[in-house]
């Protein structure tokens, strides 16, 4: 029977039955540690081995780390992840204790868990880290959308550690393993607002998202394509339109490309309704260039909340927004060098 990874059930992180960064670290330790014995999964060890050998950091010292660990297991057990087949409370430091797991066959939905191999856990040392992949990997190849406050509020780790050190470190191709951040867009409006990050894990992630945030990140995670400052009416500078090369000022690219797209533009009246002309991808890629360059916040302002209106009634306004995006990033880092298409770093 070759079981070779860790069993994290996916109600560990529900608010219920919600565990602390160290208690998941603990019971993945004792959980990789666990042996076939007539019939069943079972682990034999004591608090001091646990205390001697497990990787990650106990705070304290000496019998602080060991209580903590007593502390870690009964709230497994009583939370019913973990119970002790020969041991009735208290737990003393050196007594061998006879842990057993709960069993997939235990619950409803014998897919409510979340598989890490023995490999990836070996390789952490850092409990914040190992919680942070851990919850990431259980919204599979659709990652997870969540911002940094809710994401602290769970684990416990406090948002700068979380943002500036954890986060940072991890989603880097020199760390193993690996996260990956797609950084929210920024939603104009009365003061800065950002739309929460998007995470997945390496063992989750698909080709097509992997290739998608090379496109965007370096190996750094840092944005490869940033926003341009302020263009005057007089400056020149190049894009790329439905896959051609185009240079122009501003000036022109207003009356040449934004007067003249269906942007806007009223097609009839109809019963006293207005009717506009219906928009293309043509009309996206304006619009987004006008956004990237800067060109006019108050038409990109106006536009883009018409956009979000739109996306509100799909079976009206049948287009494919993600799709047109996709294309626009696409052909913008293929035909154009970053460099000289980003004016301000």
Known sequence: MNENYIMIFNKM???????????????????????????????EISVENIRG??????????????NHIISDLLTL???????????IEPISHKEIL?????????????????????????????????WVYTYISRFGEYGKTISYSSMSELSGIP????????????NTSAHSPRIYKFSGSYIHGDGAKQEENRY???????????????????????????????????????????GESISCTVSEFNEYYVDP????????????????????????????????????????KRYEKSIQNMKLYPDIFKYDWEEWEKRYIEESMSKLDLNEKCCSK
Do not use: H
């Not at 943002?163 to 991890?170: D, H, P």
């Not at 090379?214 to 790329?240: A, P, Q, T």
């Not at 304006?286 to 956004?291: G, M, N, P, Q, T």
């Open 98 to 130: 006879i842990i057993t797991f709960l069993n997939r066959n235990q619950e409803d939905d014998n897919n409510n868990f979340t598989k890490i191999p023995y490999d990836i856990f070996d390789l952490f040392k850092d409990k914040n880290k190992f």
């Open 261 to 300: 797209s269906s942007w806007g533009r009223l097609d009839e009246l109809s019963y006293g309704i207005n009717k506009y002309e219906e928009l293309y991808y043509y009309d996206y890629a304006i619009y987004r260039v006008s956004v990237d360059f800067n060109i006019d916040a108050k038409w990109n």
């Open 200 to 242: 997945f894990s390496d063992s989750c992630i698909s080709l097509d998202k992997q290739s998608e945030y090379n496109k965007l990140y370096d190996d750094d995670g840092n944005v490869r394509y940033k926003r341009c400052k302020k263009l005057k009416l007089e400056d020149e500078f190049s894009f790329i339109l439905e």
């Open 159 to 170: 948002i700068n550690t979380l943002s500036n050190r954890i986060i940072k470190e991890m």
């Open 13 to 43: 992180f529900d608010r219920e039955f919600l565990i602390t960064p160290r208690q998941l670290f603990i019971y993945s330790f004792i959980y990789r540690r666990r042996l076939f014995f007539s019939g069943s999964w079972r682990t």
């Open 53 to 66: 050998m497990i990787n990650c950091k106990i705070e304290g010292r000496g019998n602080d780390k060991r």
């Open 77 to 87: 057990k009583q939370k019913g992840f973990i119970c002790f087949s020969n041991k």
